[in-house]
């Protein structure tokens, strides 16, 4: 990256090729450096001017999805039952994730595991603190590692969307399985297990 | 691969070659073509020459421990109660995980998910059974498909192994996190979720 401010086609070109990237990778995670170069109208020398590889350019989507991810989740109302409002968060953190396809598939193929969690800090940090409230309350166990729980949280909603992208959970099911396997995986020992639509219904 | 028999010194090099790698990875999941020619007293050439490039090497790798670990649990009794035989099934899943060390990580950094995935095909079949057991029961939740359940308790495994790498998860506490994990996440709706030591004591 230069120091220098960049001239505007530069950052058009950039613009664009990020747009045509998130866009390419959503459909098919494999896509290669020349298809994207092709989607956003420019050449490959140019491409490779702003992004030195591959995996440059999916950790330079990722960051970009991540903070339209993070400015949609900032809005929600994550107040009264910790359990209600888990299933609104999962609800909505699906739906954003929808917007981008395979791209979660194409950033596990492409990027280290650590860039990939390192990328999710602001929702990890939102997810956590309403696990520890939920925790406070006595509504979510106590028994396991806090951390554990975000981090079963973060994994079971990449899965869902590998399950989607292989055909093996219909898109309309996922944000109800998430929500009601992750309900299931915080309630304490010895209490029961809500029902995700007795929490939603009101 | 030669359709030819071995002859008996190529077919010591490849073990000697797996044994090294497999003990190499187990340590640095980043582990070179190199440093594992070098522990197993081979050249890079002689490596090359039975392993096409690392990717190779690792799936070889992978599928000889999955043999291991499928001939571990073949031996499991998963009779009786589905919720207590889960535990011994999670129990005996990881001791023998544990033996690979960061060869889970190698393999998720290394391979297509859908390489992994199929190298799971013996132990996710018997996890299968065991859901479908319990689902049939009772005892297990059927508002989500099980190969829902399958999948998840498979993420869960694996995101403990990680979570054990990168030191947020105490390796003796790991059998029990997915344990406990895996009972919430598989008790139906408006059922009390089990105790694990509740389960094993007796």
Redesign the interface.
């Known amino acids: 990256m230069t120091t220098r401010p960049l001239r505007a086609d530069a950052r058009r070109n950039i613009d664009a090729i990020l747009e045509a990237a998130t866009a390419t990778l959503a459909r098919d995670p494999d896509a290669s450096v020349n298809d994207i170069a092709r989607a956003a109208g420019v050449g490959r020398v140019t491409l490779y001017g702003h992004f030195e590889n591959r995996a440059a350019l999916v950790s330079a989507v990722v960051e970009r999805a991540m903070a339209d991810v993070d400015a949609v989740l900032q809005a929600l109302d994550l107040s009264g039952d910790p359990a209600a409002a888990l299933v609104r968060l999962v609800d909505a953190t699906w739906a954003v994730t929808l917007r981008y396809g395979a791209l979660v598939?194409a950033a596990?193929?492409s990027l280290?595991?650590?860039e990939v969690a390192a990328a999710h800090g602001a929702p990890r940090e939102r997810a956590q603190w309403l696990i520890d409230r939920g925790r406070a309350e006595g509504r979510f166990?106590t028994?396991?590692?806090a951390?554990?729980l975000v981090?079963?949280l973060h994994?079971?909603t990449?899965?869902?969307a590998?399950?989607v992208y292989?055909g093996?959970?219909a898109t309309d099911?996922a944000a109800h399985?998430i929500a009601?396997?992750m309900?299931?995986?915080?309630?304490?020992?010895?209490?029961?297990?809500?029902?995700?639509a007795a929490l939603t219904a009101h």
């Open positions: 598939v596990e193929r280290p595991a650590a166990r028994d396991l590692p951390s554990w981090t079963s994994t079971v990449h899965a869902a590998n399950s292989d093996e959970l099911a399985a009601a396997t309900l299931g995986l915080l309630t304490p020992p010895g209490e029961v297990v809500p029902d995700v």
